[in-house]
């Protein structure tokens, strides 16, 4: 049976992991909720940010409880891109009870991975020529 462990290689750790998201967003997912900044990396596995202020989520039991949920649909999505991802809280989230936050958040992951297969057939296939 597999670990079910959240490690930091799936994390984003240091600032200049949140800046690089930042910095070469391509890949934007909007939620009532939430709202996902992607870009991608070399890692061969997704990883997770997450920013919740205290503007939107004033009580720190309210974060954390979002970001347990977070976490938890994230590292039970096993087919997620090679993307570095910032979840982003937006206001309104300290009224939803867990099960709705859980199903917002499944339904942006699956957004996501739907998202990120258009971005890809849009771009040009630039190794298939740089072997050539």
Do not use: C
């Not at 600032?15 to 070399?42: C, E, G, M």
């Not at 977070?70 to 206001?91: C, N, S």
């Not at 199903?103 to 996501?112: E, F, G, P, Q």
Request: proline share 6%; hydrophobic share 35%.
């Amino acid at each position: 049976m597999k670990a079910l462990t959240f490690p930091k290689s799936n994390r984003l750790l240091k600032p200049s992991d949140y800046s690089k998201v930042f910095d070469d967003v391509q890949l934007k997912v909007p939620h009532r909720n939430f709202l996902i900044l992607a870009a991608p990396n070399t890692l061969g596995h997704a990883r997770v940010g997450l920013i919740f202020s205290k503007k939107n989520l004033r009580h720190a039991v309210q974060r954390n409880r979002i970001k347990r949920q977070v976490r938890e649909t994230f590292r039970l999505q096993p087919d997620l891109p090679a993307l570095d991802i910032i979840v982003l809280g937006r206001q309104g989230l300290n009224h939803l009870e867990n099960p709705d936050v859980r199903s917002s958040l499944n339904d942006i992951w699956r957004r996501v991975k739907k998202k990120y297969r258009q971005v890809i057939a849009d771009q040009p296939d630039d190794n298939a020529r740089s072997t050539e």
